[in-house]
């Protein structure tokens, strides 16, 4: 057979595979994956000289169009996805007009326009009319994935409609009947955290150290807590996004015991940051916020022993911060170039985290939850070639040059993506994106579906 591209001389890894040798791409799927050292026939052939391919990461949970417009996100910001190996990227995403299906319609096909990679959607649940569309949405659009926002004041700047307890169990009721149903839930006891904030304010703080003990862990765990009851009680599958305390990982695992489905996500923010860090500031408020050493470390034990489930970047690119008061900026921050060198440099080398793990972490697991791998997240053959070639001992600092607030600026990372092919084509090498492909991103179809 001829090959369209051959990539010689790579150690092959996914979940399952760990093998020197070639992989094979022929009209955009991989066709071959051998331990061999004889040049495959193919219009071209890349030579890795030792490097590593990993299958493209797919990112679960992104926010685009909030602040700037969304076929411009959805041109830069997948783009910046390219150039971190992320092959395939799922936005949360909101609307508050009665219905869904129009709203689904037009960011699909603005952002086909726009996306250089594959993307999907998840509904935010901003009003009942929205729970009671989950069949018809899921029907029509595919779309089985649903978030609800705790952790949210009423008069929130990004302007987020908070959920309720009725909410989340009716919204609960419905997704569990559909086949690929998941309820992800950001957890985060607001009564709780509006007292202590409260307190806070009377000290005359304003650091970014004052904001994350304003929402203590405590409001967290809670809200996993009720919404570990309320999956119990409806069947639904549960995600637990976000997760800033290491005990929401525990917690998980001991519901899994008793067949509960619950996972957990963390984001890299959480492994790599705290927010008693000197040398960031009030630029790195994110909700839920960063934590302290202990919380990380923790969440570094989970991402180690199975019982952090995913990996999300939560990229959002807001407007350039003010940095006036950490009570008032939004929360938020940008890593979708980094996140895979982060947790190369930060999990893989410095913590000894098998790079096996780290593909389960951030391709297959997010793939399998949201009903799309070994389609996405695998090198398995006969799947989309969306695969990215890594430099292990690539040696760079964090450059930031796009949109957003990024707090790993300076920063020098070992293991960088070196080149991104999305179903076949090569999308980011020799440090570029190519440009002229953009536009070539597919909103996602889901298996069982034709449209
Ligand atoms: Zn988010």
Same mark, same amino acid.
């Given at each position: 057979?001829? +090959?369209?591209?051959?990539?010689?001389?790579?150690?092959?890894?996914?979940?399952?595979?760990?093998?020197?040798?070639?992989?094979?791409?022929?009209?955009?799927?991989?066709?071959?994956?051998?331990?061999?050292?004889?040049?495959?026939?193919?219009?071209?052939?890349?030579?890795?000289?030792?490097?590593?391919?990993?299958?493209?990461?797919?990112?679960?949970?992104?926010?685009?169009?909030?602040? @700037?417009?969304?076929?411009?996100?959805?041109?830069?910001?997948?783009?910046?996805?390219?150039?971190?190996?992320?092959?395939?990227?799922?936005? +949360?995403?909101?609307?508050?007009?009665?219905?869904?299906?129009?709203? +689904?319609?037009?960011?699909?096909?603005?952002?086909?326009?726009?996306?250089?990679?594959?993307?999907?959607?998840?509904?935010?649940?901003?009003?009942?009319?929205?729970?009671?569309?989950?069949?018809?949405?899921?029907?029509?659009?595919?779309?089985?994935?649903?978030?609800?926002?705790?952790? @949210?004041?009423?008069?929130?700047?990004?302007?987020?409609?908070?959920?309720?307890?009725? %909410?989340?169990?009716?919204?609960?009721?419905?997704?569990?009947?559909?086949?690929?149903?998941?309820?992800?839930?950001?957890?985060?006891?607001?009564?709780?955290? $509006? %007292?202590?904030?409260?307190?806070?304010?009377?000290?005359?703080?304003?650091?970014?150290?004052?904001?994350?003990?304003?929402?203590?862990?405590?409001?967290?765990?809670?809200?996993?807590?009720?919404?570990? /009851?309320?999956?119990?009680?409806?069947?639904?599958?549960?995600?637990?996004?976000?997760?800033?305390?290491?005990?929401?990982?525990?917690?998980?695992?001991?519901?899994?015991?008793?067949?509960?489905?619950?996972?957990?996500?963390?984001?890299?923010?959480?492994?790599?940051?705290?927010? +008693?860090?000197?040398?960031?500031?009030?630029?790195?408020?994110?909700?839920?916020?960063?934590?302290?050493?202990?919380?990380?470390?923790?969440?570094?034990?989970?991402?180690?022993?199975?019982?952090?489930?995913?990996?999300?970047?939560?990229?959002?690119?807001? /407007?350039?911060?003010?940095?006036?008061?950490?009570?008032?900026?939004?929360?938020?921050?940008?890593?979708?170039? %980094?996140?895979?060198?982060?947790?190369?440099?930060?999990?893989?080398?410095?913590?000894?985290?098998?790079?096996?793990?780290?593909?389960?972490?951030?391709?297959?697991?997010?793939? $399998?939850?949201?009903?799309?791998?070994?389609?996405?997240?695998?090198?398995?053959?006969?799947?989309?070639?969306?695969?990215?070639?890594?430099?292990?001992?690539?040696?760079?600092?964090?450059?930031?040059?796009?949109?957003?607030?990024?707090?790993?600026?300076?920063?020098?990372?070992?293991? %960088?993506?070196?080149?991104?092919?999305?179903?076949?084509?090569?999308?980011?090498?020799?440090?570029?994106?190519?440009?002229?492909?953009?536009?070539?991103?597919?909103?996602?179809?889901?298996?069982?579906?034709?449209?």
């Amino acid at each position: 057979m001829k +090959y369209d591209l051959v990539i010689k001389n790579a150690q092959l890894v996914d979940e399952n595979v760990n093998i020197f040798g070639s992989i094979g791409i022929k009209d955009s799927k991989i066709a071959a994956i051998a331990d061999t050292k004889n040049t495959l026939d193919a219009s071209r052939v890349i030579d890795a000289e030792g490097r590593t391919i990993i299958p493209g990461v797919f990112d679960p949970h992104c926010h685009l169009g909030v602040n @700037y417009d969304y076929d411009e996100d959805m041109r830069t910001e997948m783009a910046a996805a390219a150039r971190g190996g992320i092959t395939t990227a799922f936005l +949360y995403i909101r609307n508050k007009e009665p219905s869904y299906i129009p709203f +689904y319609k037009d960011r699909r096909t603005r952002g086909e326009a726009n996306s250089i990679i594959d993307f999907g959607l998840h509904f935010g649940i901003q009003r009942e009319e929205h729970i009671h569309e989950i069949p018809t949405i899921a029907k029509e659009t595919g779309v089985q994935s649903f978030k609800l926002y705790f952790g @949210y004041e009423p008069d929130n700047p990004i302007g987020i409609i908070p959920a309720n307890d009725g %909410w989340v169990y009716a919204t609960m009721r419905e997704v569990a009947k559909l086949p690929r149903g998941v309820v992800s839930v950001h957890c985060e006891n607001t009564s709780i955290a $509006r %007292w202590v904030k409260e307190e806070l304010l009377e000290t005359g703080r304003t650091d970014l150290a004052a904001y994350s003990e304003s929402r203590p862990v405590l409001c967290e765990i809670e809200t996993i807590k009720r919404m570990i /009851f309320l999956a119990s009680k409806t069947g639904a599958r549960l995600q637990v996004v976000h997760t800033t305390a290491g005990q929401g990982a525990d917690l998980a695992a001991a519901a899994r015991a008793e067949g509960i489905d619950v996972q957990i996500e963390t984001c890299p923010h959480y492994l790599v940051r705290t927010a +008693y860090d000197k040398d960031i500031g009030v630029e790195a408020k994110i909700s839920p916020p960063l934590r302290d050493n202990e919380q990380k470390e923790w969440l570094w034990r989970g991402m180690k022993n199975g019982r952090i489930f995913s990996l999300g970047s939560d990229h959002v690119p807001f /407007f350039p911060k003010k940095s006036e008061s950490v009570w008032t900026e939004k929360p938020g921050v940008v890593s979708f170039p %980094w996140e895979l060198a982060l947790m190369l440099n930060h999990g893989v080398h410095e913590r000894g985290l098998p790079l096996q793990r780290l593909v389960q972490l951030n391709s297959a697991n997010p793939a $399998r939850r949201f009903g799309i791998y070994p389609n996405k997240g695998s090198l398995n053959v006969g799947t989309d070639a969306d695969i990215v070639l890594v430099d292990l001992d690539l040696e760079k600092e964090v450059v930031h040059e796009g949109k957003g607030t990024c707090i790993y600026s300076g920063m020098k990372l070992r293991g %960088w993506p070196v080149l991104t092919i999305s179903r076949g084509e090569v999308i980011f090498e020799n440090n570029q994106v190519n440009e002229s492909l953009y536009g070539r991103g597919r909103c996602l179809i889901f298996p069982g579906m034709d449209k």
